[in-house]
T-cell receptor
Framework: DVKVTQSSRYLVKRTGEKVFLECVQD?????MFWYRQDPGLGLRLIYF???????EKGDIPEGYSVSREKKERFSLILESASTNQTSMYLC???????????????FGPGTRLTVT | GQNIDQPTEMTATEGAIVQINCTYQTSGFNGLFWYQQHAGEAPTFLSY????GLEEKGRFSSFLSRSKGYSYLLLKELQMKDSASYLCAVPPSGNTPLVFGKGTRLSVIA
C-alpha cells in the first residue's frame, strides 16, 4: 500500500512564525503536491513537483514556498505565517503525469494548521 | 481551462440509492476520478473512468458520458458510514495535476 505521511496532524503557530510542513511518500512516486482545503472552497493546489529539485506553482502559491531535495520528501514552507493561512493542508503523490491511468493521487492524513 | 460542477450537499436515507452528479468542461479529456473524503480525513480513491458507460464496484458505481461532459457516482444500499464528501476530479491535458470539484457533502440519515 502506498503510504503518504505528514509530520503533524495538528499544529498551532503564531502570526509571523516560519512554519515547515513535511510530507514523505514511500512508493517512489515522481509527483508530489500540496493543497489546502477550506470549507466551501474545496481543494486548492498550492505547489507541485514532478521531480527532485523541480517545483511548479499551483493556483494559490502566494505566501508559500516548497522544497524537494529528495524524491520521497516534499516540504511546504510558510515564510511568515498569517491568520488567513489557517487551514487543512493536504499532501499527495502520484506515480506519473505522463499516463492518465497513473494520475491517481494518494493523500496524506492532513495537517490542521491554526495561526493565531 | 477546466470547470467542474457538483451539487454542494445531498441528503439520503439509509438503505436507499443516491446519485451524485458531476459536470465538467476541460480543454482535453483523460478520464475522470471520484474520491471519497470523510470529515477530517484525507480523500481516498473510489473510481477512474476513461470510457463511456457504467463501471460497478460493489455498492458503488460510476458512470461517464464524454460527449455530454457528465459523470455520476451511484451509491446503493446506503449506510451511515457513507456520510462523507464526494469529489470528482479530472486530469487536464498535458503534464499538470488533477483538477478537483468542490465536492458534494452527502448526509445519510436513519
Amino acid at each position: 500500500d502506498v503510504k503518504v505521511t505528514q509530520s503533524s496532524r495538528y499544529l498551532v503557530k503564531r502570526t509571523g512564525e516560519k512554519v515547515f510542513l513535511e510530507c514523505v511518500q514511500d512508493m517512489d512516486h515522481e509527483n508530489m503536491f500540496w493543497y489546502r482545503q477550506d470549507p466551501g472552497l474545496g481543494l486548492r493546489l498550492i505547489y507541485f513537483s514532478y521531480d527532485v529539485k523541480m517545483k511548479e506553482k499551483g493556483d494559490i502559491p502566494e505566501g508559500y514556498s516548497v522544497s524537494r531535495e529528495k524524491k520521497e520528501r516534499f516540504s511546504l514552507i510558510l515564510e511568515s505565517a498569517s491568520t488567513n493561512q489557517t487551514s487543512m493542508y493536504l499532501c499527495a503523490s502520484s506515480f506519473s503525469l505522463e499516463d492518465p491511468a497513473s494520475y491517481e493521487q494518494y493523500f496524506g492524513p492532513g495537517t490542521r494548521l491554526t495561526v493565531t | 481551462g477546466q470547470n467542474i460542477d457538483q451539487p454542494t450537499e445531498m441528503t439520503a436515507t439509509e438503505g436507499a440509492i443516491v446519485q451524485i452528479n458531476c459536470t465538467y468542461q476541460t480543454s482535453g479529456f483523460n478520464g475522470l476520478f471520484w474520491y471519497q473524503q470523510h470529515a477530517g480525513e484525507a480523500p481516498t480513491f473510489l473510481s477512474y473512468n476513461v470510457l463511456d458507460g457504467l463501471e460497478e464496484k460493489g455498492r458503488f458505481s460510476s458512470f461517464l458520458s464524454r460527449s455530454k461532459g457528465y459523470s455520476y457516482l451511484l451509491l446503493k444500499e446506503l449506510q451511515m458510514k457513507d456520510s462523507a464528501s464526494y469529489l470528482c476530479a479530472v486530469p487536464p491535458s498535458g503534464n499538470t495535476p488533477l483538477v478537483f470539484g468542490k465536492g458534494t457533502r452527502l448526509s445519510v440519515i436513519a
